[in-house]
Nanobody, 123 residues
Framework: VQLQASGGGLVQPGGSLRLSCAAF????????ISWFRQAPGKEREWVSC????????YYADSVEGRFTVSRDVPKNTVYLQMDSLESEDTAVYYC?????????????????WGQGTQVTVSS
C-alpha cells in the first residue's frame, strides 16, 4: 500500500499541526496505520498507531498526551493531531500500513516508505 503523508510545516513551540495520511487506489480498512518520524542524524522511530477494526490507539511515551491519532473511514484517511509541539518533535513524519497488530508494527522494520512530510518546531 502506497501512502502519502501531508500537512507538515513550520510551527512555534506550543503550537499545533494536523498531519494526514492518504492512500490512493486502495482502502485502508484492512490495515493498522502507524506514524513514524525521523529527525536529522537519528534513526526513524515509531510514534503512534491506530488499529484496524476497533480503532485502538497507541503512542510512544514521548508524545503520549500531546498527539492524537484518528481515522476517517469515508475519507480513507488517517490523521495525526499534534498539540503542544516541542523542538524535539522536529522531523520528517511518515505513515505506514500493515495488516499486523499495532504492537507488532512498533518493532518491525520497513524497507519501502512513501512520501513523508516535514515538521519543524522552532521560534
Amino acid at each position: 500500500v502506497q501512502l502519502q503523508a501531508s500537512g507538515g510545516g513550520l510551527v512555534q513551540p506550543g503550537g499545533s499541526l494536523r498531519l494526514s495520511c492518504a492512500a490512493f487506489g486502495t482502502t485502508l480498512d484492512p490495515y493498522a496505520i502507524s506514524w513514524f518520524r525521523q529527525a536529522p542524524g537519528k534513526e526513524r522511530e515509531w510514534v503512534s498507531c491506530i488499529s484496524r477494526g476497533d480503532f485502538s490507539t497507541y503512542y510512544a511515551d514521548s508524545v503520549e498526551g500531546r498527539f492524537t491519532v484518528s481515522r476517517d473511514v469515508p475519507k480513507n484517511t488517517v490523521y495525526l493531531q499534534m498539540d503542544s509541539l516541542e523542538s524535539e518533535d522536529t522531523a520528517v513524519y511518515y505513515c505506514m500500513a500493515d495488516r499486523a497488530f499495532c504492537t507488532m508494527m512498533q518493532r518491525r522494520s520497513y524497507d519501502s516508505w512513501g512520501q513523508g512530510t516535514q515538521v519543524t518546531v522552532s521560534s
